[in-house]
């Protein structure tokens, strides 16, 4: 069984930076595929970014492109999603997770996740 925890979030003013961190634990981290996803009120949860066991591969979400960074280290058992140039509609509640198989854009192929975190963006 795998915990993710994630940190970081905050209010922060548009055209400014955050960073995301989720740390896994109770498992093996280079066997997990890890994402990172966000859900705003009253919309469905949208793929942010994702990144393959060993990290040679990153996708990202056409929303964020450019302006998000997914990495992850596997010495300390974390991902960590660096948000720049943020804007209002970047706010949401970010959940990280992790999967065994993918990576994907769908939340079918992960099979742990963290609470969330949240991030709001003023204008």
């Known amino acids: 069984q795998v915990q ?17 961190s989720c740390a896994a634990s109770g498992g093996t981290f280079s066997s997990y595929t890890m ?3 966000r859900q705003a009120p009253g ?3 949208e793929f942010v970014t994702a990144i393959s066991r060993s990290a040679g591969s990153t ?4 929303s964020v492109k450019g302006r998000f960074t997914i990495s992850r280290d ?3 058992n974390t991902v960590t999603l660096q948000m720049n140039i943020l804007k ?3 706010t949401a509640v970010y959940s ?3 999967g065994t198989r993918g990576p994907g854009t769908s939340p079918a192929y992960y099979d742990y996740w963290g609470q969330g975190t949240q991030v709001t963006v003023s204008s």
């Open 59 to 62: 996708y990202y979400g056409a």
């Open 74 to 76: 596997s010495a300390k």
């Open 88 to 90: 209002p509609e970047d």
């Open 4 to 20: 993710l925890v994630e940190s970081g979030g905050g209010l922060v003013q548009a055209g400014g930076s955050l960073r995301l």
């Open 35 to 37: 994402a990172w996803f």
């Open 96 to 98: 990280c997770a992790a």
């Open 43 to 45: 919309k469905e949860r």
